[in-house]
């Protein structure tokens, strides 16, 4: 085992899906020759050739609807969109047509798809490099959506979604890519899809989370300790379809929830996680469901970025209101 | 049995190559290659534009510089590119509008916009959008190929409201993949609106090779399929590529509908100052070979041979260019923070409910 940085965790999950499967295809704009912006696909061209990895032309369109056409042809596409900002542009092909083609075929095609993007503030990008979109894709049935919040989960989690038969949009949070290392297994091997994992124990108050969000609601979760308020992180993993199983489970136990998400607070994923609990666990609430998200505007300006992303401090802030309601 | 016709598919693809020519006006050296594109352009026209060129190589010096030393956020460099930028921008009004990609901040700032505005969006600073009624232009356009599709609406606007103006706008040799770009000539075709559309074709698309993007021998007969002209110019020959934009400006501006204009031309340097290394796709011999074209010596000797230019009349130029950007930064840098209560309040004319209570949130917040 090695220590390893979240990217290059993520490159060692291709090379292992190359190696493994001949069939799988990794392509996007630059991720040949110059291994993508961020070098998540350093040298899998040199390795595996130009028929397994290659550049495409500029045109996130005509990229997913390549994925769905080799897909049908029974290749397990991994397409990279450079900054998921970018996504708008290839709407149509990954909500209106890759997400519904299995349930309007009647499950007799899949599409073994795993479309890669970098997202997530804190890291002053220009405009719609950063968004954080991933709730406008959860809003579509028939597509998973996976956001890993640290280096072992995103190795484990993309090889997962590279051999699964449905598609998946699997969102890398640009600010983890090299912020930390950790033990990474050489190999194969998988974290399972749909499930959420424990990030930290705790009895007083249950944060769900996800993404760069994890590792501010742990900080929060060591400060609230000194105060003795005892702080369950739940890290979603997938943020689509969601795991509730595990969500009220710990709350049954808690009786207390802060949902955290960076991304704006109107709909998107931690809306429709507080409804489900309103929903399912109602009586177990001993205070009302709190919420940290980011503001409702436009993702903001570079020099703004500070004060609009939802940090550990607004996060202890809310676990502690919600703690002594 | 009467004898099945073949069909030649190789002899009609070179068909198509031999109506797309590069043109010319000045050879590497700045000698005269083609007198019928050398513009009717007075002596201090000339030396305009050639001061304009000179600011903007000054301009993309100082921008690095200065992005090193973390006084300047995003930057695309636009060294070699001067022609291609500024004599095309160059052939247009005041009163056209200009549709930007994100390298194209050289001709905003020709265009009207103050330079630490354009600074201030460098830094991601609000203030760098916000645009004077005057100013008849966009800020540049990250989104590879929206802006196309967009001038194709300003330009069927402009024709609509009977103007002889033109909206014009850029993107790259990587941006005419972008389905945005054959709907935007294909909508201003269909509507003969009054649209010019460039393509600067610098070779790379961060670092995926001109030919990667298309099998087509030039960009320009792309127009072919919309049912517009098409023409491929010298994109390091400023008196070529005026010439050309001035033309199809007016044709344009006329009503006879828009023209697609490929430039071929080179970026020096990174695709940006975010950690892109154009040693990982460029050789040094295709650097080389690019820099003997260079549209400032080119543009330099000519204006020289016609006794119009100085080496002193450069220095002062870059003198005058470097205190420009030095006064430019220091207001960049007197402009106060942005707050997240004023974005709020900038998102919607009257404030529905979420927002009003989130903008009491971050005041309280903003006022500790
Ligand atoms: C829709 C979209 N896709 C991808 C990108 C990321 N990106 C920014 S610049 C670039 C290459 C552009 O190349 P080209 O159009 O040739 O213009 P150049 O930068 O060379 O001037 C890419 C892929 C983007 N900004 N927008």
Redesign the interface.
């Known amino acids: 085992m090695a220590q390893k940085t979240m990217i290059q965790a993520i490159t060692d999950a291709l090379a292992v899906e190359l190696e493994n499967d001949k069939d799988v295809l990794v392509f996007g704009e630059d991720v040949g020759k110059n291994g993508g912006v961020f070098r998540a696909t350093a040298d899998l061209q040199d390795k595996f050739g130009e028929e397994q990895v290659f550049d495409t032309p500029l045109a996130e369109s005509g990229i997913m609807g390549l994925s769905f056409g080799l897909a049908l042809e029974g290749y397990r596409a991994v397409p990279e969109i450079q900054f998921f900002g970018f996504v708008f542009e290839a709407m149509d092909e990954i909500v209106g047509q890759i997400a519904r083609t299995r349930y309007r075929m009647g499950s007799t095609r899949n599409l073994p798809i795993t479309l890669r993007a970098p997202f997530g503030g804190g890291v002053h990008t220009p405009e719609l490099h950063s968004d954080n979109l991933e709730g406008l894709i959860a809003q579509a049935p028939g597509i998973r959506v996976v956001i890993p919040s640290n280096p072992y989960d995103a190795k484990g989690l993309l090889i997962s979604s590279i051999k699964s038969n449905d598609p998946v949009v699997y969102l890398e949070h640009m600010k983890l890519y090299r912020s930390f290392r950790e033990e990474v297994p050489d190999g194969e091997y998988e974290v399972p899809l749909d499930k959420a994992g424990i990030a930290k124990e705790g009895n007083d108050i249950t944060i769900v989370t996800y993404g760069a969000m994890v590792r501010e609601s742990l900080k929060a979760a060591e400060n609230l300790a000194k105060e003795n308020i005892s702080v369950e992180v739940i890290d979603l993993r997938t943020v689509s379809p969601i795991d509730m199983e595990t969500i009220i489970a710990s709350v049954e136990k808690t009786n207390r929830v802060v949902v955290v998400q960076e991304a704006q607070k109107q709909a998107g994923v931690a809306a429709k996680i507080s409804s489900d609990i309103a929903e399912k666990a109602i009586l177990s609430l001993e205070a009302p469901i709190g919420r940290v998200s980011a503001p409702d505007t436009v993702f903001p300006f570079g020099q703004a970025e500070g004060i609009w992303l939802p940090n550990a401090a607004d996060i202890e802030e809310k676990v502690k209101e919600i703690a002594n309601f | 049995m009467a004898k099945k016709k073949t069909i030649d598919f190789q002899a009609l693809l070179n068909e198509v190559d031999t109506l797309f020519p590069t043109y010319q006006a000045l050879d590497q050296d700045g000698n005269v290659v083609d007198e019928s594109l050398v513009p009717d352009l007075s002596d201090e026209q000339l030396v305009e534009l050639m001061s304009r060129m000179v600011w903007s190589r000054v301009l993309d010096q100082r921008s690095t510089a200065l992005n090193r030393q973390g006084r300047l ?2 930057f695309a460099p636009t060294a070699g590119q001067e022609a291609s930028q500024l004599a095309s921008h160059f052939a247009f009004e005041k009163e056209d509008v200009l549709l930007p990609g ?1 390298r194209d901040v050289p001709q905003l700032i020709k265009h009207g916009l103050p330079l630490y505005q354009a600074f201030l969006w460098s ?4 203030v760098g959008n916000e645009y004077k009624d005057d100013l008849q232009a966009l800020p540049p356009q ?4 929206a802006q196309y599709v967009q001038a194709a609406g300003v330009a069927l606007g402009l024709k609509k409201r009977g103007k002889k103006n033109v909206a014009f706008t850029y993107t790259g040799d ?2 005419s ?4 770009f054959y709907e935007a000539i294909n909508f201003a075709g269909a509507y003969k609106a009054n649209g010019v559309f460039y393509i600067q074709n610098n070779g790379f ?4 090779p001109r030919d ?3 099998a087509a021998t030039t960009l320009a007969q792309k127009a072919v399929a919309a049912g517009i002209p098409g023409i491929q110019v010298d994109g390091m020959d400023p008196l070529a590529v005026y010439t050309v934009s001035k033309l199809a400006r007016e044709w344009a501006a006329n009503g006879n509908g828009p023209v697609l204009i490929e430039a071929v031309t080179y970026r020096y340097g990174a695709h940006t100052l ?3 290394d154009p040693t ?2 460029r050789s040094k011999e295709l650097d080389d070979e690019w820099q003997k074209k260079d549209p400032l010596i080119r543009f330099r000797n000519y204006l020289q041979n016609k006794g119009l230019w100085t080496k002193e009349q450069e220095e002062e130029v870059m003198e005058n260019a470097k205190q420009e950007i030095k006064d430019a930064i220091a207001e960049a840098d007197k402009v106060p ?4 209560s004023d ?2 309040k ?2 919607f004319e009257e404030q529905p409910q ?2 009003q209570e ?1 903008i009491k ?2 005041e309280a ?2 006022s500790k």
Request: aromatic residues 14%; without cysteine.
């Open positions: 956020g995003f994100y830094r991601g600073h609000v990250i989104i590879i190929g990587g941006g993949s972008q389905g945005d698309a961060i670092s995926t990667q993007q298309t975010s950690g892109d990982r796709y923070k942005q707050k997240v974005f709020l900038n998102m979420n927002i989130q949130f971050y917040k903003e």
